[in-house]
C-alpha cells in the first residue's frame, strides 16, 4: 500500500505542459473541496521549477479566491516577474473551470551570510514514541498537540496552541521539496487558534470556515524529518474572520519559518 507520505510527494510531481505551464493532480480519494495546503505547496513547485537551483524560496503570499473542484486537475500559470542578482520573484495563479482558484506571489534569494537573531523557542519537548496513538499514523505527517486534552474542552480557551509535527515517513533530502511539503502542513491547524476563545458561542455545524490568505516567510533549511514545533496565537477575531500567526521551530531551537493566516470563521 502507498503511503499517504508517497502520495502526497506524487501530488508535487506536476506535469509541465509548456514553459512556465504545469497541471497539477490532487488525491483520488478527496470528496470535498481542495486542501488550501495542498494549493500553496503545488504551486510553490510549479514557481520553483522556473528558478534557479542556488535560490532557495523565502517568502509567499497567497490568496484562496474560491474552493477547489478535487476532481478536476489544476492548471497552475508561473509569471516571471523578476530575476535580479539575488532575488527572483514569480507570480502564480492556479486555474479551474476557466477561473482562478488560488494566487500566490513567491520570492526567491541566492543564500548569503547576514545578521541573526531570533525570538526563543517555547520550553516544550516532543512526545514520546509510546504516547503517540496509533491513528495519528494514518497521514502524510504525524501531528500532536500539546495540551490536546485541554483543547477538547467545549469551554473557551486562550487562542494560542503547541502543535508538534513531523514526516510520516523518510523524505529524501531536497530543499524545495521539505519547503513544499512545510507549506502543506502549515495550513493544518492556524485557522482553529483562533476559535479557541469562543468555544460555547456556536456549533461547529453552524460555522463557515475557509482560509481566506496565507504568508510564509522561511528563515533557515527545513528538514521536516525530524519534530517541528507550530507555535501559533490569534491576536485578533472581527468581522466573520480570525488572524493566526505561527512560528516554526526545529528540534535544536531553530526558527525555521513565520506564518500569518486570516480565515474566515462566520457563524450561520
Known amino acids: 500500500m502507498v503511503s499517504q507520505l ?11 505542459v509548456e514553459e512556465n505551464l504545469f497541471r497539477a493532480f490532487h488525491p483520488k480519494d478527496r470528496q470535498r473541496r481542495l486542501y488550501g495546503g495542498q494549493i500553496m505547496a503545488q504551486a510553490l513547485m510549479a514557481a520553483a521549477q522556473t528558478v534557479e537551483d542556488e535560490r532557495a524560496v ?26 535580479g542578482r539575488s532575488f527572483s520573484t514569480r507570480r502564480i495563479l492556479v486555474v479551474q473551470h476557466g477561473e482562478a482558484i488560488f494566487s500566490m506571489d513567491a520570492s526567491f534569494q ?3 551570510q547576514g545578521l541573526t537573531h531570533q525570538v526563543a523557542m517555547p520550553d516544550l519537548q516532543p512526545p514520546a514514541p509510546e504516547k503517540i496513538p496509533a491513528y495519528l499514523y494514518d ?5 500532536w498537540r500539546n495540551e490536546f486534552r485541554r483543547l477538547q474542552s467545549a469551554e473557551p480557551q486562550p487562542p494560542e496552541q503547541f502543535v508538534w509535527f513531523k514526516s510520516n ?8 521539496l ?17 476559535r479557541l476563545p469562543h468555544r460555547g458561542e456556536y456549533q461547529p ?23 517541528l514545533l507550530y507555535a501559533q496565537d490569534s491576536p485578533s477575531a472581527s468581522a466573520g474572520r480570525g488572524l493566526t500567526r505561527g512560528t516554526i521551530f526545529n528540534q535544536q531551537g531553530e526558527l525555521v519559518a513565520s506564518t500569518v493566516q486570516e480565515g474566515l470563521i462566520r457563524v450561520r
Request: proline share 5%; aromatic share 8%.
Open 110 to 112: 541566492v543564500l548569503e
Open 6 to 16: 508517497q502520495q502526497l510527494i506524487e501530488l508535487l510531481k506536476l506535469e509541465q
Open 205 to 227: 455545524d453552524n460555522m463557515q470556515v475557509a482560509s481566506l490568505d496565507h504568508a510564509m516567510w522561511f528563515h533557515q533549511a527545513i528538514d521536516v524529518n525530524q519534530w
Open 139 to 143: 497521514s502524510a505527517f504525524i501531528t
Open 58 to 83: 523565502h517568502s509567499l503570499h497567497g490568496y484562496f479566491l474560491r474552493p477547489g473542484d478535487p476532481k478536476v486537475p489544476a492548471v497552475i500559470k508561473v509569471e516571471r516577474l523578476r530575476d
Open 169 to 176: 515517513g523518510e523524505v529524501q533530502p531536497d530543499p524545495i
Open 178 to 194: 521539505h519547503a513544499c511539503l512545510l507549506v502543506y502542513e502549515s495550513d493544518n491547524t492556524l485557522l482553529g487558534t483562533s
